[in-house]
T-cell receptor, first 113, second 116 residues
């Protein structure tokens, strides 16, 4: 089963605009990660934020985490056509064995020229 | 490119058949996880192998099984294929930290399985 939901399911913006995607999850976590997937191919790791962190930056990416609301957001600034992809949040909770990732349902981002 | 490879890229099978998917982990990684991604959905955790032993399993029936070899490569086997097994199968490799902490997972390009 999915851990949670991404919102919106789909987002279409113009190049240069900012894109914000939200993720909600259900259980306690060790960390939350965001991944990008192009055209149903492999997942590319974007950024990891730990449960004791509230905000993290990486290049044009900004991630926030609110553990009290069990939610996270991913902001992509100054978007480019190459950012067109599906974006997934994934939570990692230590279950006594390994680092199972539980993914959300994804947001499809389309950046138009 | 993550250094994680999967084979084959695409596969078409008939309901009831068996399939084996393969994954070569990134150099230096000792952990492989397998995920199933149905069309339009996020990946779902199948199981994880660490040092050749299963180390965590998701909500998948026993007809999904796996192996990890001494070189840390891995296989996913699915018996008695069903139509709903049609999906993209992703493997991810990772390495434990010295304190037992689990690190970032690097995903392969996936194997697209179609069951007719």
């Amino acid at each position: 089963s999915q851990q949670g939901e991404e919102d919106p399911q789909a987002l279409s913006i113009q190049e240069g605009e900012n894109a914000t995607m939200n993720c909600s999850y259900k259980t306690s976590i060790n960390n939350l990660q965001w991944y990008r997937q192009n055209s149903g191919r492999g997942l590319v790791h974007l950024i990891l934020i730990r449960s004791n962190e509230r905000e993290k930056h990486s290049g044009r990416l900004r991630v926030t985490l609110d553990t009290s609301k069990k939610s996270s957001s991913l902001l992509i600034t100054a978007s480019r056509a190459a950012d067109t992809a599906s974006y997934f949040c994934a939570t990692e909770g230590f279950t006594g064995g390994g680092n199972k990732l539980t993914f959300g349902t994804g947001t499809q981002l389309k950046v138009e020229l | 490119e993550t250094g994680v490879t999967q084979s084959p890229t695409h596969l078409i099978k008939t309901r009831g058949q068996q399939v084996t998917l393969r994954c070569s982990s990134q150099s230096g990684h000792n952990t492989v996880s397998w995920y199933q991604q149905a069309l339009g959905q996020g990946p779902q955790f199948i199981f994880q192998y660490y040092r050749e032993e299963e180390n965590g399993r998701g909500n998948f029936p026993p007809r999904f099984s796996g192996l990890q070899f001494p070189n840390y490569s891995s296989e996913l086997n699915v018996n008695a294929l069903e139509l709903d097994d049609s999906a993209l199968y992703l493997c991810a490799s990772s390495a434990t930290g010295g304190s037992g902490r689990w690190n970032e997972q690097f995903f392969g390009p996936g194997t697209r399985l179609t069951v007719l």
